[in-house]
C-alpha cells in the first residue's frame, strides 16, 4: 500500500448497496479505519442521505450521522462536504432539503425529483475538495442503483459514479436472504454503461460456516463477470456503534436492571443521543412502540428529539403516551425531554409561520412552565455546557429551531457560557434541554445517572466506539480483500 500513497493521485471508491439497510455505512467505516491505520489520508463522502439522525460539522452545518461516524473512523472532524446533500423527512410525502450544511427549503417528493439536476454541481463540488484534500475517498451510495424509476436525475448512486468516474462495489446482505437474486438482478436491470462501472461485490452479514456459500458465491462472479471482494460475516460489536436506525437501540434490552424507556415518535430524530445509555449494564433501554404502553416500572422517561414536533406530539397523545406520563410522573418517575421532546414537555407550542405545518398553536403535555414558538432561524452549534444540579461538564451540540421561555427557565438544566439553558419543573422530576449528544460525556453520564438512583459503570464511551471501530477494521482485513479494494480506487 506504499505505492497507493507515493503516487500522490487522489483517488476515490464508491460502496452502493443491492438494497437498504445492507451494510452500506459500517463497511465505509470499516474501510476508512482500515484506511487509517494504513497511514492513508483518508475521507468519507455520501451524495444524498436520507435522515433525521443528525450531527453539527466543525464549520457550522449539518450531514448525516453516520458520516459523522465515518469520519471518526477517519480521524478527522465531520465537514458539510462529506454529505453535501441531506433530506429530513418532516410527512410521508415531503422533506427539509440540507445543501451543504444549510437547510434550502422543504420539498414534496415529486418537486425533490426535480430540483436534483441543481443539486448535482454542489455534490461534486463538495466530491472534488474532498478529494484534494486526501489520499482516498470512500463513498456510500444511498438505497439501491436497481431502483431504476429513480435514475433519472439521480444523484445518489450510478448518476454520480458515472458524474464523477468513481468505480463501484456493489454490497448484498445474505442475512434477509436471496443475496444471489439480489447481485444478479441488480446487474439485469442496470443500463450497460452503469454496470460497467460496477468492478466487483460484497457478500455481508454471512453467519455460519461460509464455505456453505463456496458454489453461489462462484456462481454471482460467473453470472455477472464481477470480481468478488469476499464474504463478510455477521460484526457482533456493530451493537457498539451508533445506528443509522432507531430501531437499533431496540437490541439493547438487558432484563433486570433498571428501566428507561424512551417513546419511539414517528419521526424521532438525533436518537443516537440515547446510544451511550444502551451500553450501560445497569440500563434496560426499552423502545415504547406505538401501540405499547410506557412501563410502569420505569425510572426514567425520555421524549427524546423530532423532526415534526407538533406532529409527533398528537401522534403522542394518539398512543395514549401523555395519560402514560402524567401517571409516571405522580408515581414519582423522572422524565427528560431533548429538543422537541423538551418542546413538548411544555405548556404550548406556537408555530405562527407555519414553518412545520399549518399556522397554529398546539397545547403541550403541561409537565413543564414554558412555552415554545417556532421560528425560522435554526440553531447549529457545537458547545460545552455545565449540567446545572450537579456542576458536570457536558460537550454537546444544539440543532433546532425554536425558543422556549417561562418560569421554569429559571431553574436552568445546565449553563452555557454562564447563561441559563432549558429548564428544570419545580419538584425537580421533569428536566427539558436542546442539548444533543449529552449522554456521550462520561463524567455527566455517571452524574445523572447516579441522581435517579443507577449505578453507571464510570466506562468511556468514546473509547468503546473507537474499540469497536479498530475491531471493525480488523474484521474487515480478516475476511475482505483490502488490498484489491483498495487497488480498484480511481
Given at each position: 500500500?506504499?505505492?497507493f500513497s507515493a503516487l500522490n493521485?487522489?483517488?476515490?471508491?464508491?460502496?452502493?448497496?443491492?438494497?437498504?439497510?445492507?451494510?452500506?455505512?459500517?463497511?465505509?467505516?470499516?474501510?476508512?479505519?482500515?484506511?487509517?491505520?494504513?497511514?492513508?489520508?483518508?475521507?468519507?463522502?455520501?451524495?444524498?442521505?436520507?435522515?433525521?439522525?443528525?450531527?453539527?460539522?466543525?464549520?457550522?452545518?449539518?450531514?448525516?450521522?453516520?458520516?459523522?461516524?465515518?469520519?471518526?473512523?477517519?480521524?478527522?472532524?465531520?465537514?458539510?462536504?462529506?454529505?453535501?446533500?441531506?433530506?429530513?423527512?418532516?410527512?410521508?410525502?415531503?422533506?427539509?432539503?440540507?445543501?451543504?450544511?444549510?437547510?434550502?427549503?422543504?420539498?414534496?417528493?415529486?418537486?425533490?425529483?426535480?430540483?436534483?439536476?441543481?443539486?448535482?454541481?454542489?455534490?461534486?463540488?463538495?466530491?472534488?475538495?474532498?478529494?484534494?484534500?486526501?489520499?482516498?475517498?470512500?463513498?456510500?451510495?444511498?438505497?439501491?442503483?436497481?431502483?431504476?424509476?429513480?435514475?433519472?436525475?439521480?444523484?445518489?448512486?450510478?448518476?454520480?459514479?458515472?458524474?464523477?468516474?468513481?468505480?463501484?462495489?456493489?454490497?448484498?446482505?445474505?442475512?434477509?436472504?436471496?443475496?444471489?437474486?439480489?447481485?444478479i438482478g441488480t446487474e439485469s436491470?442496470?443500463?450497460?454503461?452503469?454496470?460497467?462501472?460496477?468492478?466487483?461485490?460484497?457478500?455481508?452479514?454471512?453467519?455460519?460456516?461460509?464455505?456453505?456459500?463456496?458454489?453461489?458465491?462462484?456462481?454471482?462472479?460467473?453470472?455477472?463477470?464481477?470480481?468478488?471482494?469476499?464474504?463478510?460475516?455477521?460484526?457482533?460489536?456493530?451493537?457498539?456503534?451508533?445506528?443509522?436506525?432507531?430501531?437499533?437501540?431496540?437490541?439493547?434490552?438487558?432484563?433486570?436492571?433498571?428501566k428507561i424507556a424512551f417513546l419511539?415518535?414517528?419521526?424521532?430524530?438525533?436518537?443516537?443521543?440515547?446510544?451511550?445509555?444502551?451500553?450501560?449494564?445497569?440500563?434496560?433501554?426499552?423502545?415504547?412502540?406505538?401501540?405499547?404502553?410506557?412501563?410502569?416500572?420505569?425510572?426514567?422517561?425520555?421524549?427524546?428529539?423530532?423532526?415534526?414536533?407538533?406532529?409527533?406530539?398528537?401522534?403522542?397523545?394518539?398512543?395514549?403516551?401523555?395519560?402514560?406520563?402524567?401517571?409516571?410522573?405522580?408515581?414519582?418517575?423522572?422524565?427528560?425531554?431533548?429538543?422537541?421532546?423538551?418542546?413538548?414537555?411544555?405548556?404550548?407550542?406556537?408555530?405562527?409561520?407555519?414553518?412545520?405545518?399549518?399556522?397554529?398553536?398546539?397545547?403541550?403535555?403541561?409537565?413543564?412552565?414554558?412555552?415554545?414558538?417556532?421560528?425560522?432561524?435554526?440553531?447549529?452549534?457545537?458547545?460545552?455546557?455545565?449540567?446545572?444540579?450537579?456542576?458536570?461538564?457536558?460537550?454537546?451540540?444544539?440543532?433546532?429551531?425554536?425558543?422556549?421561555?417561562?418560569?421554569?427557565?429559571?431553574?436552568?438544566?445546565?449553563?452555557?457560557?454562564?447563561?441559563?439553558?432549558?429548564?428544570?419543573?419545580?419538584?425537580?422530576?421533569?428536566?427539558?434541554?436542546?442539548?444533543?449528544?449529552?449522554?456521550?460525556?462520561?463524567?455527566?453520564?455517571?452524574?445523572?445517572?447516579?441522581?435517579?438512583?443507577?449505578?453507571?459503570?464510570?466506562?468511556?464511551?468514546?473509547?468503546?466506539?473507537?474499540?469497536?471501530?479498530?475491531?471493525?477494521?480488523?474484521?474487515?482485513?480478516?475476511?475482505?480483500?483490502?488490498?484489491?479494494?483498495?487497488?480498484?480506487?480511481?
Amino acid at each position: 500500500m506504499s505505492s497507493f500513497s507515493a503516487l500522490n493521485i487522489p483517488r476515490a471508491l464508491m460502496i452502493q448497496g443491492a438494497g437498504s439497510d445492507v451494510g452500506k455505512s459500517l463497511i465505509v467505516a470499516g474501510l476508512a479505519r482500515a484506511a487509517k491505520r494504513r497511514g492513508l489520508c483518508v475521507r468519507p463522502f455520501k451524495p444524498q442521505n436520507m435522515s433525521n439522525n443528525a450531527a453539527v460539522t466543525v464549520d457550522g452545518g449539518e450531514i448525516g450521522r453516520a458520516q459523522a461516524l465515518q469520519a471518526l473512523a477517519a480521524g478527522v472532524e465531520p465537514h458539510t462536504d462529506m454529505n453535501p446533500v441531506l433530506l429530513k423527512p418532516e410527512s410521508e410525502t415531503g422533506a427539509q432539503v440540507v445543501v451543504q450544511g444549510k437547510r434550502v427549503a422543504t420539498l414534496r417528493a415529486r418537486e425533490y425529483a426535480e430540483l436534483k439536476p441543481q443539486l448535482l454541481p454542489a455534490v461534486l463540488e463538495s466530491f472534488e475538495r474532498l478529494k484534494e484534500s486526501c489520499d482516498l475517498v470512500l463513498v456510500e451510495g444511498a438505497g439501491s442503483p436497481a431502483e431504476v424509476n429513480l435514475r433519472r436525475n439521480d444523484i445518489a448512486n450510478m448518476g454520480f459514479a458515472r458524474s464523477a468516474d468513481v468505480p463501484v462495489v456493489l454490497v448484498g446482505d445474505i442475512e434477509r436472504g436471496g443475496v444471489i437474486a439480489q447481485l444478479i438482478g441488480t446487474e439485469s436491470v442496470l443500463e450497460p454503461e452503469d454496470a460497467a462501472m460496477i468492478g466487483g461485490f460484497i457478500v455481508n452479514k454471512f453467519r455460519g460456516d461460509p464455505s456453505l456459500f463456496d458454489a453461489g458465491y462462484r456462481f454471482i462472479e460467473a453470472r455477472t463477470s464481477w470480481r468478488g471482494f469476499g464474504v463478510l460475516p455477521y460484526f457482533a460489536r456493530a451493537k457498539e456503534l451508533p445506528a443509522e436506525d432507531s430501531l437499533g437501540l431496540s437490541e439493547a434490552r438487558k432484563a433486570g436492571k433498571h428501566k428507561i424507556a424512551f417513546l419511539a415518535f414517528e419521526r424521532i430524530a438525533n436518537f443516537d443521543d440515547l446510544d451511550p445509555l444502551k451500553l450501560e449494564p445497569d440500563v434496560d433501554l426499552v423502545m415504547v412502540k406505538p401501540g405499547e404502553a410506557i412501563p410502569a416500572d420505569a425510572t426514567l422517561v425520555i421524549l427524546p428529539g423530532s423532526k415534526s414536533t407538533q406532529g409527533d406530539l398528537a401522534f403522542l397523545r394518539a398512543q395514549g403516551w401523555d395519560i402514560d406520563l402524567l401517571a409516571h410522573h405522580r408515581r414519582g418517575g423522572q422524565v427528560l425531554g431533548l429538543c422537541g421532546g423538551y418542546q413538548m414537555l411544555g405548556r404550548s407550542i406556537s408555530d405562527p409561520d407555519g414553518i412545520e405545518g399549518p399556522a397554529g398553536r398546539t397545547k403541550g403535555l403541561g409537565l413543564l412552565d414554558v412555552v415554545t414558538v417556532m421560528t425560522p432561524e435554526k440553531s447549529l452549534t457545537r458547545v460545552n455546557a455545565v449540567h446545572a444540579d450537579t456542576v458536570l461538564p457536558i460537550h454537546a451540540y444544539e440543532i433546532h429551531i425554536g425558543r422556549t421561555k417561562g418560569r421554569d427557565c429559571k431553574r436552568p438544566f445546565s449553563r452555557i457560557d454562564g447563561k441559563p439553558e432549558g429548564a428544570v419543573s419545580a419538584d425537580g422530576r421533569v428536566h427539558g434541554s436542546y442539548l444533543h449528544g449529552l449522554f456521550a460525556s462520561d463524567v455527566f453520564r455517571n452524574g445523572f445517572l447516579a441522581r435517579i438512583g443507577i449505578a453507571a459503570s464510570e466506562s468511556r464511551y468514546g473509547a468503546k466506539v473507537d474499540s469497536a471501530l479498530d475491531a471493525l477494521a480488523e474484521h474487515i482485513e480478516a475476511h475482505l480483500d483490502v488490498d484489491g479494494l483498495f487497488a480498484l480506487a480511481r
